[in-house]
């Protein structure tokens, strides 16, 4: 185990993400896991985004996220995401957010149990509980 330490991707000559951690075990050769995760995940369109966890998973080699407690991403260019836990898949840009999930992108804020969309936070499906309200100013945390 590895006390304050910061994990790096890269791959073809561009950095993926950064991500601070404040306890990183190694479980294999793939399998990474962290607490008090804070980072950047690098977008493929050059935006960025911010991301905060208690706890989470990061398979190394498949760019694949999993993380816990109480998550939040922020995106440079506006646009934010609240959840209990956030499975990201960045090789298909596939973001599964669940547990009182918040969404806040432009003047759109969205609420539900389970939100399926992308990194960008445009798109999306709302499962249980959900609700979209446009047309606001709405807070972002």
């Known amino acids: 185990m590895v006390q304050n330490t910061v994990l790096n991707r890269e791959a073809g000559g561009k950095k993926l993400w950064t991500l601070k951690a404040g306890e990183v075990a190694q479980v294999d050769d793939n399998l990474v896991t962290a607490k008090n995760l804070d980072g950047v995940v690098y977008l493929r369109d050059g935006d960025e985004m911010y991301v905060r966890a208690e706890a989470g998973q990061v398979w190394t080699k ?54 399926v969309t992308s990194s960008k936070l445009k798109h999306f499906k709302l499962n249980e509980k959900a609700h979209v309200e446009r047309g606001g100013h709405y807070e972002e945390k």
């Open 62 to 115: 498949s760019n694949r996220f999993e993380l816990s407690g109480d998550v939040t991403a922020r995106l440079k260019n506006g646009g934010f995401l609240r959840a209990k836990k956030v499975e990201w898949d960045q090789n298909k840009d596939i973001l599964i957010a669940t547990g009182a999930v918040k969404v806040v992108k432009d003047d759109m804020l969205a609420q539900a149990e389970k939100a």
